[in-house]
């Protein structure tokens, strides 16, 4: 099969269960609280709903190609840079360093995919920006809390800008027998990890209990956990015959950047936590801002491409 | 539409935009009374990222209070001032001859406007909030029927320090908190201190 069939039926099976998903919670808002707000259901039809356009986004993105993956994920990671950088203290020195990271090295970051340079990409912000960015904070000649500052900045940017960019950096790789269908690689990476933590989310409200750490997410229980990256596992390794991966390589794989996703929202939750704040906007109803949609993604999206590239990349 | 009102709302769409400006009304609604919102004050557009945040009929009967040694020097910031955003212009001077900036913000009270007002009275470029200024005391004497409405002005100071020409696209939150409660004879220092205690009230913990 090619590339844009499969697209096509992956595609239609998530808008197929969507559909499905939102009449259920039609079903309950209906049973349970027709008319009467619900904190819950409503939460939860909040989600369905902003699925159904973050959905339609990747695929519009996906159709477009190449580049509209890239800009699609730039975008991405310009909101994220936006609400980590505004909940972070930061001073007046910091400010030209700020510009140099949101105008100077975010969109380097995605051209340098797009012109397919991997070598600086793989450097170019835990080498030059971590570098560059010091230099010019200290010359803004404010010493105060100088090391916090300038670690603040540069975690910024490998979060939202290094990490993420390895989803449209999946594009560039060359891949024996797998030409012309690595887009498919996105789609499952993002499928498995946002299904962890979609289905986190489910087992957790049915059968959650003892919580992991009430310290720093009141909302993720053990067997959320357990029973989301077990589910969202066998998605990945149902998931096989979009890859250039046998089954089990699929599930093992699908595994990892799962259990990675988990930490990814619960390192982002333990920041959260400190700055005193539930969200880190409100972008996306129900689910709060950008950087809470994508800090798994942010977090599994390099493992994934280094697997991708030691052991499948010629 | 006419010209200026148009220029408003493009400048307002333009800080929405920029800002992402977040209004939180923790205190109160946005209600057709006359009130003084008072912010504490980082950077120039701090007035209009609070106007921005007003819906367009509040906004319309809503007039900064802005020094006119800053916005009556220049032909351009004179429009804007006095044209776009329909300020209230005050000598802050000690030794000015014109009227006084009490009696002009009164008169806008009495007739039944709005003010945006920075009791600081001038751009803070530290931390934390300056002492206030005793005009805020003196406006609650003369026009008790104002409500006093804090609103904490989150991020806007990083986004455009002084000095900068260009802006980081930080995200914006806006606190309106609740109004002041009238102290029968309470004493000129004991009410700015409640004041300032109120604005400070609504600041994000530092760290």
């Known amino acids: ?314 | 539409m006419s010209l200026d009102r148009l220029l408003g709302s493009l400048l307002c769409g333009f800080a929405r935009l920029l800002t992402g400006v977040r209004a939180l009304w923790l205190g109160c609604e946005p209600a057709p009374r006359t009130r003084v919102y008072f912010a504490n004050h980082r950077s120039h557009g701090d007035f209009v990222l609070i106007w921005a945040s007003l819906p367009p009929a509040l906004r319309r009967r809503t007039r900064p209070v802005a020094g006119a040694d800053y916005w009556l020097t220049t032909p351009l910031r004179r429009f804007l001032i006095e044209r776009v955003f329909n300020g209230v212009c005050i000598d802050r001077r000690p030794e000015r001859h014109g009227p006084n900036p009490v009696e002009q913000m009164g008169t806008a009270l009495a007739a039944g406007e709005s003010l945006i007002l920075f009791p600081e009275g001038t751009r803070n470029m530290g931390e934390g909030l300056l002492p206030f200024k005793s005009g805020l005391h003196h406006l609650a004497r003369a026009h008790p029927e104002a409500e006093l409405v804090p609103v904490w002005i989150e991020n806007l100071g990083r986004v455009m320090p002084k000095g900068s020409l260009i802006p980081v696209p930080l995200l914006c939150t806006l606190s309106f908190g609740p109004p002041l409660v009238p102290v029968e004879g309470e004493s000129r220092d004991a009410f700015l201190t409640r004041a300032r205690a109120a604005l400070l009230d609504l600041a994000p913990p530092t760290d």
């Open chain 1, 1 to 314: 099969m090619n590339a844009s069939s499969d697209l096509f039926t992956v595609f239609a099976g998530i808008f197929g269960l969507l559909a499905v998903f939102s009449l259920i919670g039609a079903g309950l808002k209906w049973r349970i609280s027709p008319g009467a707000p619900h904190g819950v259901i409503d939460n939860l039809n909040a989600r369905i709903k902003a699925w159904w356009a973050m959905i339609a986004l990747i695929g519009a993105a996906i159709w477009l190609g190449k580049g509209g993956v890239i800009a699609l994920f730039a975008f991405i990671s310009f909101q994220c840079l936006r609400e980590f950088i505004s909940l972070t203290h930061t001073r007046i020195g910091d400010h030209r360093a700020l510009l140099w990271s949101f105008f100077v090295f975010l969109p380097a970051q995605y051209i340098l995919i797009g012109i397919d340079w991997y070598g600086l990409f793989s450097i170019l912000i835990p080498v030059y920006a971590f570098l560059l960015l010091p230099i010019s904070a200290s010359l803004g000649a404010d010493t105060t809390r100088f090391l916090e500052r300038a670690a603040k900045v540069q975690w910024g940017l490998m979060i939202c800008v290094y990490c993420l960019s390895h989803v449209p950096a999946l594009l560039t790789l060359d891949i024996d027998g797998y030409a012309g269908r690595n887009m498919l690689l996105i789609v499952f990476l993002v499928l498995t990890v946002q299904s962890s933590d979609v289905f986190q989310y489910v087992w957790g409200k049915l059968i959650g209990k003892r919580k992991v750490s009430p310290a720093i997410s009141p909302s993720k229980t053990v067997e959320g956990l357990v029973g989301g990256v077990l589910t969202s596992t066998a998605v990945g390794a149902a998931l096989w015959w979009i890859t250039p991966f046998t089954v089990l390589e699929a599930a093992l794989i699908a595994l990892v950047i799962n259990v990675m996703g988990f930490f990814g929202g619960f390192v982002l939750s333990a920041i959260k936590r400190d700055r005193g704040v539930k969200d880190w906007g409100s972008m996306i109803e129900g689910h709060g801002g950008m950087l809470d949609r994508v800090d798994s993604i942010s977090f599994s999206a390099p493992i994934f491409f280094h697997i991708v590239r030691y052991w499948w990349v010629a």
